[in-house]
């Protein structure tokens, strides 16, 4: 639980007395941005902040992190199935497409709103919603990934007698890698940033923070808690674009290569 900017002042100056006004000169004469009094200065950038609140920025961030893996798995453990389903009958492929870009368009706090009463004030309902909010990408890469197969390779792999669940996962999929983690890429991305709206209900992570900090207008909380926020985005991004670049090693750009040499790589990965 955040403590309010005043609680805070009033602890870190040493006489008790605090100044009504975060902006007022008395404050700005004592403390420096940065410096030993930064908390009664209520600076944006303040060290003690940061000293005095390791381990509740920690907690915030544990916390958006478990969230944002929670949901993003759960997410493509559904919409890789819908996807199948999708690519196997077409008929069904506009509505699963429809309805995931329906619950796209919900904005969060509704989203939010629609499902406390199902499972009650609880992390439950900010996963479930970050869950739904990411199908809408991931079945779309999914699909186009899988669409985007050489058909010639699909017919080497059934003259070496591929059956189905082989082609898809020895053939098709890994060829699909590339689409398929760029949209886990930007699903991660985009829950990383709505995560922070579950402070509404309590579980936001780093936005607990940065909620709890606009309303007592700590600056230092407000400033590093969304900081944080970015950084977590950011490496993420990195992370999965590491990973993409050590599962699709055929698709790293090479001196001379020309599309007939592209198509030679994606027939010999059959093999």
């Known amino acids: 639980m955040s403590v309010p900017w005043s609680d805070v002042t009033a602890a870190a100056w040493p006489s008790g007395q605090v100044p009504a006004d975060p902006g007022g000169s008395w404050v700005a004469q004592a403390a420096g941005p940065g ?112 669409d985007a197969v050489p058909a010639e390779v699909r017919e080497a792999a059934r003259g070496m007698g591929y059956g189905p669940v082989r082609m898809l996962f020895g053939v098709e999929l890994p060829l699909a890698l590339p689409a398929l983690v760029a949209g886990i890429r930007i699903a991660t991305v985009s829950t990383v940033a709505m995560t922070t709206i579950g402070s509404v209900v309590g579980f936001g992570g780093l936005g607990n923070l940065i909620a709890s900090g606009l309303e007592g207008f700590f600056k230092a909380e407000v400033l590093t808690a969304s900081v944080l926020c970015v950084l977590l985005a950011v490496a993420a991004d990195l992370l999965l674009m590491t990973v993409q670049r050590l599962l699709t090693p055929w698709t790293r750009p090479r001196a001379g290569a020309g599309p007939g040499g592209r198509r030679a790589r994606a027939t010999k990965a059959v093999a």
Request: aromatic share 6%; net charge positive.
């Open 35 to 146: 410096g030993p009094d930064c908390l009664v200065a209520n600076d944006w950038i303040c060290d003690a902040y940061l000293r005095t609140r390791s381990h509740e920025l920690l907690d915030a961030t544990v916390q958006h992190i478990g969230i944002t893996v929670a949901s993003v798995v759960l997410g493509l453990l559904i919409a890789f199935p819908l996807a199948l389903l999708a690519r196997r009958r077409r008929a069904v492929a506009g509505a699963v497409l429809g309805l995931t870009t329906v619950l796209y368009t919900i904005p969060s706090l509704a989203m939010f709103a629609l499902l406390t009463p199902v499972f009650g004030v609880s992390v439950a309902v900010v996963v479930t919603g970050l869950v739904l909010y990411s199908l809408t990408i991931l079945v779309r890469n999914i699909l186009a990934g899988l």
